[in-house]
């Protein structure tokens, strides 16, 4: 993965996608890559030591962790300073061969859990994913086989998800990417779509028709605690098994795919040791089931010779419900679309007491549903708000077209708004 340095308090790490805005002091994240990461961007609120959130892919990379740093806005402002609600309109998405119009269907995903209860293990895990599970090369600065990550066969049609900073400046530069499978076979795949936001992105190979697909579970029923196994390629060392629990749920995780974007999604937080390579590679549960994209790490901070930091026991993973949301929108249309409401949120203020709207924009669903520079949310849909993060996070969890209730703080007076949220690509 590719992070993009310029983000406020960060060390430079991978992007993940980016959204709305800037946070205050954060610690630095590394996306589980295997190239040197990047940048970093938008953090999450957290009471710890400085730390680096990065990218796991072989190149350059980087994940932001909101906690005790300052999160890159959107707009590419500072820490403390509104990040925009509402992400530039991309082209990124580029469709390609292997685009089936068909989106994902019963008919082309296992969701059925492979091992049933008696014969949970390590192992067996291990043997039902190895086989869905590649090794991805792409072209990086002009190098092939420059960057190197993961992914996973998710369907029987010959499509591979993993991050998009695995493939991205290979699909920028329409330079080659190749996919290994278990056994050391290496063959072509092209890019179907790509999601800067959600840091996704849908690969095609003929040759995947005839490899297993994995099959697909659910993160939201998971509890910290449960034990889960990564499975990838870190430091270029194929399929690569590690295994440790779910350590915390609905962590407010920050990408940013360049200087002036940031994305923030409810991440699955995981100690199963994650390392530069594994981006894109699957986190699974005892059942055999995948339930996340390992896409992020966090490090303690930047080394010397420019060498980028390895695990510390503190790993992401983008949620299953959005991979396959994602996944399906680029197999339909070749395009992923994320949600906005059109309104800058000030991140720099972490007091706990919501998320201050800094800006609303014409024609847009916040001007449209009355909200108000000022108004400072304090809950969606019933779930309390507790900073621009947070209010970011609770956007990005639900899907365009969807009408959200935000409780709202107004000249001390306190109301209910509904916004129906719009749709960017990216």
Known sequence: MNDQPGDPGYEETQPFGTSFGALGPRPDWTPPSAYPPPGSTAPLPVSTPPVHLERVSARPSGWVWPATAVLALVLGLGGGVAGSVIYHRTSDTSASDGGTGSGLTSSNVSTAAPIKGGRSSVAAVAAELLPSTVQISAEYEGQENGATGSGFVIDTNGHIVTNNHVVEQAADDEGPIEIVDQDGNRYDATVVGRSPVYDLAVLYSDQAKQMKPAALGESVVLHVGDPVVAIGSPLGLSSTVTAGIVSALQRPVTT??????????NAVQTDAAINPGNSGGPLVNMLGQVIGVNSAIATTGGTTGGDQAGNIGVGFAIPIEQVKVTADQILRTGEARYPVIGAKVQTGQRDGSGAEIDEVIEDTPAEDAGLEEGDVVVAVEGQKVTDGIALIVSIRSHQPGE????????????????????????
């Open 256 to 265: 940013g795919d360049s200087a002036s974007e940031s994305s923030y999604i």
């Open 403 to 426: 009408t959200l209730t935000f409780t709202v703080v107004r000249d001390g007076d306190e109301q209910d708004i509904d916004v129906t949220l719009d749709s960017e690509v990216g």
